[in-house]
């Protein structure tokens, strides 16, 4: 224990002085925490003790409060030093952090790759099962890091291929089952089947069920029990990679934390530096994307194709240091780090953007005005960091393409139903698949009896 503490006070000596890009102000040193064991509570320190300014801390959690946000955690070096109004009430809530749950996947496919379980560059056709059903030569030859750079090249419609939700027969079949509208690896295609497949993979390799897999793996050793959350599965039982990890705020921040410690928690790597480094870095179909991660390292930056897929010429958000990544989901579900601050902002809500863009108001753009302004407001309050103020948040150009074709394609939603001659709405490898309705339930009931005072 003594050990522990000593090496988190040279680590907060040394990040206390580090720059984010910009120069240096001060190398004065600040306190810094310790990571929650099971049941423990986050430490919590003034905002002056990890220089920062405790008015515009206040003055970027209003702004928060009053745009959507059910809850807000700001963390520099570990510790919490500012939340929410409506925390209190919602920190132990499960919550669905949507498309959040596709960085989860990206993680334990980290883990996997750490365990000499997969290999990036591996295609796919390695880990799946061999027959009808199980994809032709040119889908089997996809890779790995297709998958989690969102490149594919399967075709995909966003609600279409979330229509069937929770009554996909075999998620990972549906995504076989989509034609390829580009080479893998040429052209970034925002997918929801795209993770499905790639959790379905990923469990394959570790040769267990994906979920078991990641209580052993990163749940646990987060703190994060297994009553605590529920993560929704196809009716075949494979986990959804697209969306639907309900989990409470506390815990979700948690996620971002390890990020920001280098995948490592407390003195405990769980998932390796070289990951967290990869999958914070631009890639080439997508410079503001990584791997199911969104980052400020690159521009220009495309969205999501709702309404249609819209590139905007500058950074993710360009009020905040270039190393920020993010984990994103519908309705600003969000864990943002920045590594050079030490600086991790967690927040769940319900929109929050202004702009009269489609995209936006929809949170399907990659960011627009709520992050910029929260975090031309934060940035601020750094004090020993130099952060120059880029100006007030500019207008993207207006985007009119509302076709339906871009995001309710019909002919997505029937591949995803009866698309594959083995699964299809009702019969599926045989059988009428009901395990992941029977495990869903089993798992919703349980997370709400670890709600009960009892």
Not at 10 to 18: D, E, N, Q, S, T
Not at 356 to 366: E, I, M, R, T
């Amino acid at each position: 224990m003594v050990r522990r503490y000593l090496l988190l006070a040279v680590l907060c000596h040394f990040f206390a002085g580090i720059s984010a890009r910009p120069s240096p102000v001060s190398r004065r040193g600040a306190t810094c925490c310790s990571l929650p064991g099971l049941g423990d509570d986050f430490e919590a320190a003034e905002p002056e003790a990890v220089n920062l300014d405790p008015d515009i801390v206040n003055e970027a959690l209003a702004y928060a409060n009053t745009h959507g946000r059910l809850s807000v955690q700001i963390f520099r070096h570990n510790c919490r030093v500012g939340a929410g109004l409506l925390d209190p009430l919602t920190d132990g809530i499960p919550n669905n952090v949507w498309s959040s749950t596709k960085s989860v996947v990206s993680i334990l496919t980290g883990i996997a790759a750490d365990k000499g379980k997969l290999h990036v560059d591996d295609p796919i056709g390695d880990y799946l099962p061999s027959g009808p059903g199980w994809g032709d030569e040119a889908h089997r030859a996809i890779t790995i890091r297709n998958l989690l750079s969102q490149s594919a090249g399967l075709d995909e419609a966003i609600l279409a291929e979330a229509a069937t939700l929770i009554l996909d027969q075999s998620a990972s079949q549906e995504a076989l089952a989509q034609p390829l509208k580009y080479p893998p690896g040429t052209h970034f295609e925002y997918s929801q089947r795209v993770p499905d497949l790639l959790a379905f993979v990923v469990q394959q390799a570790v040769g267990e069920d994906l979920q078991d897999f990641a209580q052993a793996n990163l749940f646990d050793p987060l703190g994060i029990p297994s009553d605590s959350y529920f993560w929704l599965r196809d009716r075949s039982g494979n986990t959804y990679g697209y969306a639907l990890l309900f989990i409470p705020p506390t815990q979700f921040a948690k996620l971002g934390l390890l990020l920001q410690n280098n995948g490592s928690w407390n003195e405990q790597a769980v998932v390796s530096a070289s990951w967290v480094e990869s999958l914070a870095q631009s890639t080439p179909t997508n410079p503001c994307y990584g791997w199911l991660f969104w980052t400020n390292h690159g521009a220009p930056c495309t969205g999501a194709n709702l309404p249609s897929a819209q590139t905007y010429q500058r950074h993710l958000i360009p009020s905040a240091p270039e190393d920020l990544f993010a984990m994103v989901g519908f309705l600003q579900q969000n864990n943002f780090i920045i590594p050079s601050l030490e600086m991790t902002v967690t927040w769940t809500g319900v929109l929050g953007d202004t702009e009269l863009n489609l995209a936006a108001l929809l949170s399907a753009a990659p960011a627009a005005d709520l992050y910029y302004n929260f975090f031309r407001i934060l940035m601020r309050a750094v004090k020993d960091v130099s952060i120059p103020d880029p100006g007030p948040w500019q207008v993207d150009p207006l985007e009119l393409d509302i076709n339906p074709w871009n995001y309710a394609n019909p002919e997505v939603l029937l591949n995803d139903i009866a698309g594959n001659p083995e699964c299809n709405i009702v019969f599926c490898n045989g059988a009428v698949p009901v395990e992941g309705l029977v495990e869903n339930l089993r798992a919703i009931a349980e997370t709400i009896l670890g709600l009960l005072p009892i």
